[in-house]
């Protein structure tokens, strides 16, 4: 392998829509990717005997000699050339990597750490020389934008390089070239180094932080791939992203809705059902191409019931309180809050006829609580990969703001950058970030009918319409042409199928339409 470094990694953020918490309980939820992300470099170590990790935005610096890893141990367990992730994290491996950490006393240095060790363990060896690995974030941190799954998916990424397991991407930004399957290696390796720093996860986030875009996601009850609806079309919705800055900690909100679980089963189950029905709702609504008045009205209601619901799990706080109450004062919209909740972000889909004075207002009203307005788009590149960097581990260590660190290196600055995936809509957002897509018959078309597709992590499926099996087959032998250069990956459908679909006026949605629908329909 040609000499690659340093190099960067990056992932992006994202945003619950609709269906945290109830994720967890392989429920359906509704996420995109942000333009806010996180930038791993890799570098040679002074000393290629000496692994070090340094996370500036959480004040850590740590070293590991590469011979003090827990080696044997992985061994052990190892099958293949190529290391595929287990249902559950080793506990013989985690009990190591604790002993490597017994000098960490914060619980934030701690997650991250093991998280990093975990994957360095399963995907370089021995013989890897050890490097320098620094990470700088545009999120903010543990405030429900999905950092925790940023980091694991850049480590997963960086890792699965330096192991040789995958190659570094290679897509430019408008190649038309095939995506690859890397990155549902990382995907899958991410989820690990999620479950070490958030506990149980649904997967969602590092499936954002990876593919990028915009999912219906559902995670499955046991070892089944989860299942992956990349959602290319979303109606013109305006977003309002605000952080409370109340720090708060994933792990604890999803544990404690575990306990409540644990507790009042049958009530919590219930609350859970009725988020799942949001999900479903919300999805039927935004796959729709047009929003009419009705529709942008029923969502409005979700996003309230579903934060009424989140509150009754109890993941809500005061200050989210403060930004719900604000902006149903303010006659704005309806907010709810994304993410693990108990602090961080809240979400306010604005009203069609607000005027932007009065959004105005309402952001300098926030200020004086010290909560923070975002500027982002949604739908964006997921995992990328860059190298014959202008800027060393020193240069990136020493970048200032958020802006700079996007100045130097970003995503959308720097023309270099490669990814594993073509596609990624990007919805433009300034202040308000606009859900927005063009929306053509056959945009439509290749926004909701996804052809399932088996990956060793995750599978994606969806046949939303009711139509014969006929006229799937007739269709799906018509080869690709226009959604290609719309960039699915997909089995491609032309403009015949939307033709088709529009003579017949077989537009059914069929929102509970399930995997198993997907493949009996096609075969
Ligand atoms: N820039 C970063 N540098 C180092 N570690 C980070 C960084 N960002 C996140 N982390 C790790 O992720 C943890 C935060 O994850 P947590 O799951 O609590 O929040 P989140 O992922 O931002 O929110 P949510 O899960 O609700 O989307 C931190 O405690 C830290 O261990
Ligand atoms: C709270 C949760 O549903 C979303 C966190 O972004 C947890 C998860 O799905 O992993």
């Known amino acids: ?22 994720a967890v309980y392989a429920k359906p939820a509704i996420a995109a990717a942000i333009s806010l992300r996180t930038y791993l470099m890799v570098a040679p170590s002074e000393d290629e005997e000496d692994l070090t990790l340094e996370f500036p935005d959480i004040g850590l610096v740590h070293s590991w000699k590469r011979s003090s890893l827990p080696w044997e141990v992985v061994e052990k367990f190892s099958t293949s050339n190529k290391p ?23 619980s934030i240095h701690y997650a991250a ?4 060790l975990y994957l360095y363990v399963h995907l370089c060896n021995r013989q890897t020389k050890a490097k320098r690995f620094t990470v700088r974030s545009t999120l903010p941190i543990g405030s429900g934008l999905g950092s925790s799954a940023t980091i694991s998916v850049c480590l997963a990424g960086a890792l699965s390089i330096l192991g040789q397991h995958i190659e570094p991407a290679t ?44 999912v219906m996601f559902q995670r499955t009850q046991s070892s089944v791939p989860s299942v992956r609806t990349t959602m290319r079309n979303f109606p013109k919705l305006k977003l309002l992203l605000t952080d409370t800055k109340q720090p708060r900690r994933s792990s604890d909100l999803v544990g404690n809705v575990s306990r409540l679980n644990s507790e ?60 719900r109450i604000l902006t149903d004062e303010f006659k704005i919209g309806k907010t709810k809050l994304t993410g693990a909740g108990g602090g961080g972000c809240a979400i306010t889909l604005i009203d ?29 590149k997921g995992v990328g990969y860059l190298n014959d960097l ?27 950058w490669k990814f594993c995936k073509r596609g990624g809509m990007t919805m433009i957002g300034v202040a308000l970030m606009t859900l927005e897509a063009a929306v053509s018959p056959t945009a439509y078309i ?65 929102p509970n339409a399930t995997p198993q629908d997907a493949v009996t329909a096609i075969v």
């Open 390 to 416: 202008k800027i060393d581990s020193e240069g990136f260590l020493s970048l200032e703001s958020k802006e700079d660190i996007e100045n130097a290196i970003g995503v959308d600055n720097v023309n270099e």
């Open 264 to 323: 009042y089963p049958k009530i919590i189950s219930s609350i859970l059902n009725a988020l799942e029905d949001i999900a479903r709702e919300g999805y039927s609504i935004m796959i729709k191409p047009n929003l009419d008045e009705r529709a942008r009205k029923r969502l409005s209601e979700l996003f309230e019931i579903n934060h009424g619901l989140l509150v009754a799990l109890g993941v809500s706080h005061p200050v989210l309180e403060k930004v």
């Open 446 to 510: 290749a926004a909701v009918l996804e052809v399932p597709t088996s990956s060793p992590f995750s599978s994606k499926t969806e046949i939303p319409f009711l139509i014969s099996s006929d006229l799937i087959a007739k269709t799906l032998t018509i080869p690709a042409l226009t959604t290609a250069a719309n960039g699915t990956n997909l089995p491609k459908i032309n403009f015949e199928l939307a033709e088709i679909f529009f003579n017949l006026g077989t537009i059914e949605f069929k």
């Open 113 to 116: 750490s093991s998280s990093f």
């Open 84 to 106: 595929t992730t287990t249902d559950e994290l080793i506990p013989e491996v985690v009990s190591e990597i604790s002993k490597l950490l017994s000098d960490m006393n914060q």
């Open 1 to 22: 392998m040609p000499e690659l470094e340093p190099f960067i990694v990056s992932a992006p953020g994202k945003v619950i829509i609709f269906g945290e918490h109830s």
């Open 352 to 380: 069609d006829d607000v005027a932007e004075s009065k959004i105005k207002e309402l952001i300098a009203k926030y200020d004086e609580f010290g909560f923070e307005t975002f500027e982002t788009s949604l739908g964006g």
């Open 171 to 214: 897509l430019g930004n408008n190649d038309k070239s095939v995506d690859n399957q890397d990155s549902e290696y990382i995907d899958s390796w991410a989820f690990m180094g999620e479950k070490l720093i958030q506990g149980n996860p649904s997967g969602i986030d590092n499936a954002v932080a990876t593919h990028g875009g915009a």
